[in-house]
């Protein structure tokens, strides 16, 4: 049986991911999920797979070179899926230091732990893979209506976010340049679906609109990003695992670019059409909501993906349009009230308060 060790899995691609993994392969494979439950972790989107015998989960740091070499050394791990990362550009521009640790130094002792558990005289077996999962952000920005980031685009990040992510990314190249350590990086564009934590754009305007708050949208509302339905993500990663070329880097994105203002009305609309009269979140729910507040600072522009050799080589596309993917989205948060409610309440608060008092 194959093991999968899975960083950051109670976030919310990294959840998809495992939810889609036991759907494709049931009892053929074991999950051992490391998340150190930061705000973005949460076990509540695992709920559904806890007790699986073939599911594990471990909490601890990345950073925490003892506990991961631990977890080497007890387990024969085959292949490595890295999501584990501080995710939000807005938080990283309040508080960048957090996101060099986890996501530049945590990377670096999961490259260190894994080679040190499956390297023999500068041999790996066959079969042992780390996948790192990057972002589109470390290409920087794009002008409006011109060009595709691709896997040869040079990096230029902006932001902090992106910055330590284009740093972790390095450091899986030259892992694989100077050890021939067994790795991929993928670098995706925007993900939206369920179990997403609502400080990213589409499950905030979601849950602001059904409670009658104000809907930010940052600058003049017209800076693009390029969205891609989760579960599309959690395949697209199976497949580099599955039948990419080792050592390659693929973009993946489903060519679904869109301003946020578009993004902002389209939830608005569809929140209008899906609920019925009798629901009272209805009569809150308005176009009158959108507010435009100061721009993010070092706000990128444009994000668009040329997903060109990923469906070339692998033959990946996606399977869901954005049509059908914000409404299953937004089905699921009108479904899932409770789970909005417990991610909201408490630091949630706080978090809110602080990061838009002045917008
Ligand atoms: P998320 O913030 O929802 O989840 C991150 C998870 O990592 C959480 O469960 C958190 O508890 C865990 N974590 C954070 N620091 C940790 C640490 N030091 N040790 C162990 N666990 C830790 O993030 P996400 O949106 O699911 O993103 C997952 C990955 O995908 C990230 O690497 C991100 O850069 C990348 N990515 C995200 C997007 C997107 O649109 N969200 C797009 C492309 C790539
Ligand atoms: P976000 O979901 O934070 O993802 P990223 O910055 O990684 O692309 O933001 C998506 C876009 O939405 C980005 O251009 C910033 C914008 N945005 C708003 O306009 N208002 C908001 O309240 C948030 C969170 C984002």
Redesign the pocket.
Known sequence: MRTYLV????????SNYIHYMFEKYGDEIRIIN?????Y??NPENLKSIENRDNYTFIK????DRAAISKIFEENDIDRVVH??????VDRSIKDPGVFVQ?NVL?TAVMLDCARAAWEKDGVYPEGKKFLH????EVYGSLPEGDGYFYETTPYAPHSPYSAS?AGSDMLVRAYMDTYHFPANITN????YGPF??PE?LIPLMINNALSGKKLPVYGDGKNVRDWLYVADHAKAIDMVQEKGRLFETYNVGGHNEKQNIEIVTIIIDTLLEILPDSDPRKANVSRDLITYVEDRKGHDRRYAIAPDKIKKEIGWEPDTMFKDGIKLTIKWYLENEEWMKNVTSGDYQKYYEEMYRNR
Do not use: M, R, Y
């Open positions: 960083t950051g899995g109670a976030g919310f691609i990294g490391v998340d150190a439950l930061t973005a972790g601890a740091n990345i950073c999501f584990a990362a501080e995710s939000h986890t945590g999962v990057s972002t589109d992510k995706c564009s925007n993900n997403q934590f990213k």
